[in-house]
């Protein structure tokens, strides 16, 4: 049986990892779009990374850009592979 410090590392490591994340699809977006973006507005939820807190013209052209969007951000990290943005 494991203990709770096993417990406590399992969730800090997924927590240290979607942060990581984060950052990186924070990055190509400034990159594309030289618009900052919090990081307390990317959620990850699986694979799919949602983006809060933006207009309708970033959402629109998020979608146009989509699928280079997400080969930027897979070829950045090695950790999650997204396959969605909303």
Do not use: C, P
Not at 10 to 24: A, G, P, W
């Amino acid at each position: 049986m494991f203990g709770i410090g096993h417990l406590l590392r399992k969730i800090q490591n997924r927590q240290s990892s979607e942060v990581f994340v984060s950052d990186i699809v924070r990055l190509v977006l400034k990159e594309e779009f030289n618009r900052d973006i919090l990081l307390d507005d990317i959620k990850i939820k699986g694979s799919v990374v949602t983006i809060l807190n933006i207009g309708q013209t970033m959402k629109s052209e998020i979608f146009i850009r989509k699928q280079l969007l997400l080969k930027k951000i897979n070829e950045k990290q090695q950790v999650l592979l997204v396959i969605d943005l909303k």
